[in-house]
């Protein structure tokens, strides 16, 4: 599989923060109090609807980190199974897919674009379609072998840390991250969030079935055997309900800024 791996711009490098933020690498004991080397990595979960891409992106401009979208690898996935009709108890086959599959982010964009053997997918794999059908895909253990091996290897080329945003980020693909937070808010306000996206998009749901679907969904992102939705042992619970995107990235800049992690740099 191949991803050309494209850097989020940079726009803040006259802050004073960014620094702090810089090194590529931090040091951390391990139980033994040997110095082991992690990528720089804030790690973001949370359930569909609570602003996790919209922070994360926000956040890595902020601080001049690289951003990694993982949610729209598995819809990808999904979109080429549903072409080539490859049923998603297929685990060989999906494993096949997995390894043909040619993605790129063209980080240049914001939001960043995501292309599939050069074909602009963008905006094929944001329907109500496809978030549940990505949701089935991100179950098989194939299929999560081999992206969290793909996001793992993102992370070697990086010329910055990464804001990594997903599902599984601090619990499986990331357990080192520097930081970690679980993003979420009530239902009705993730439900309705997605419902004036949709609306934005010039689909049409009932807010009632956006919700029923998110709460499908959910249910089977946070039950599902493999790395299903939960806070990381030392992750951030942040319930954003009521809170605006800036209210958000503000808390977390203030979380990581009064952090002894940062400090240690
Ligand atoms: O974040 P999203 O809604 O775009 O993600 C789509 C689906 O992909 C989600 O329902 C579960 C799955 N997913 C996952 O299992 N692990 C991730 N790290 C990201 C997404």
């Known amino acids: 599989m191949l991803v050309v791996w494209g850097m989020e711009r940079a726009v803040y490098f006259s802050s004073p923060l960014r620094y702090k933020f810089e090194p590529l690498i931090w040091i951390k004991n391990?139980?033994?109090g040997n110095q082991m080397r992690h990528a720089n990595v804030i790690a973001i979960d949370g359930p569909a609807g609570s602003g996790k891409s919209t922070?994360?992106?926000?956040?890595?401009?902020?601080?001049?980190?690289a951003y990694l979208d993982t949610g729209a690898m598995y819809r990808a996935v999904a979109l080429a199974a549903k072409r080539r009709e490859i049923p998603f108890n297929n685990g060989r086959k999906?494993?096949?897919l997995c390894g043909d599959l040619n993605l790129r982010f063209e980080s240049e964009h914001n939001p960043p674009r995501l292309l599939m053997e050069n074909e602009d997918i963008s905006e094929k794999i944001r329907n109500p379609e496809i978030d549940m059908l990505s949701s089935n895909v991100s179950a098989v253990k194939e299929?999560?072998?081999a992206m969290c091996d793909l996001q793992r290897k993102m992370t070697l080329?990086?010329?910055?840390?990464?804001?990594?945003e997903g599902r599984d980020m601090g619990t499986v693909v990331f357990p080192n991250a520097r930081f970690k937070f679980l993003l979420t808010a009530s239902l009705e306000?993730?439900?309705?969030?997605?419902?004036?996206e949709l609306l934005a998009r010039g689909k049409t749901m009932e807010e009632s079935t956006v919700m029923n679907r998110m709460k499908d969904r959910d249910h089977q992102d946070e039950n599902r055997t493999l790395a299903p939705l939960k806070p990381a042992r030392?992750?951030?619970i942040l319930d954003s309900t009521g809170m605006g995107?800036?209210?958000?990235?503000?808390?977390?800049?203030?979380?990581?800024e009064n952090s002894p992690l940062l400090r240690s740099i």
């Open 234 to 236: 030392d992750a951030l």
């Open 30 to 32: 391990d139980r033994k």
């Open 94 to 96: 999906l494993a096949q």
């Open 157 to 164: 080329d990086l010329k910055t840390g990464l804001v990594a």
């Open 245 to 256: 995107i800036d209210d958000v990235v503000e808390y977390m800049m203030n979380h990581m």
């Open 55 to 65: 922070v994360s992106r926000r956040l890595a401009g902020r601080i001049g980190y």
């Open 143 to 145: 299929v999560r072998e």
């Open 189 to 196: 306000e993730r439900a309705s969030r997605r419902h004036k």
